[in-house]
């Protein structure tokens, strides 16, 4: 009897093993799908003035002259973005011309930049301050947005004011702005 357990339970155990070596090699079936050709790429933030440079200027100037030009701002990337203007000026002598002329930055309506009629976004006050918005990241106060391909004109002007004394006789003055832009996709 002792030999037919010692059978019976080395039997069990065989099979036993045998199920488990079974179950490792048991064949299932399976599938896969690629799905290519997924590309993905960014979009561009590009602003461009036009003229390039010197969007005013006038020598000889005396107190009650102005000048007005237009400044056309373009988007030509591929995302909206918003945009602010700084100034910087350089006095070529100690007179500070700069301080001294009166500037203002009008948005164009449908009449000429010479008609002066669209809303002022800058002054009139001093050129050495002018801007518009602000180039810290973010929305800001004064920031102006343009669409994609989109396009607007700015009406510059500068004044040397009636009231201005004969110490601002033969002094001068540069202007540089500069014009910032980033996105406002995910950018509050």
């Not at 700069?98 to 948005?107: G, M, P, S, V």
């Not at 002066?116 to 920031?143: H, K, R």
């Amino acid at each position: 009897m002792l030999v037919l357990r010692l059978a019976l339970a080395s039997m069990l155990t065989a099979g036993m093993v045998g199920s488990f070596a079974a179950a490792d090699s048991l064949a299932v079936f399976t599938d896969s799908e690629a799905n290519a050709a997924n590309t993905f790429g960014s979009g561009t933030i590009v602003i461009d003035g036009a003229p390039a440079s010197a969007v005013v200027t006038l020598a000889n100037m005396a107190p009650g002259d102005s000048v007005i030009a237009p400044l056309v701002i373009t988007n030509s990337g591929t995302l909206p973005m918003r945009y602010a203007m700084s100034t910087a000026t350089t006095n070529v002598d100690a007179k500070n011309l700069a301080n001294q002329l009166e500037f203002t930055i009008r948005a164009k309506t449908a009449s000429a930049c010479s008609v002066e009629d669209g809303a002022i976004l800058y002054g009139p006050a001093a050129l050495a301050l002018g801007a518009i918005g602000a180039s810290a990241q973010g929305a800001q106060a004064g920031d102006r947005e343009l669409a994609a391909s989109a396009s607007e004109t700015l009406c510059f002007k500068v004044m040397l004011p009636l009231s201005t004394g004969n110490a601002f006789q033969n002094a001068s003055t540069t202007a540089t702005f500069t014009f910032d832009a980033e996105q406002t996709a995910n950018n509050p």
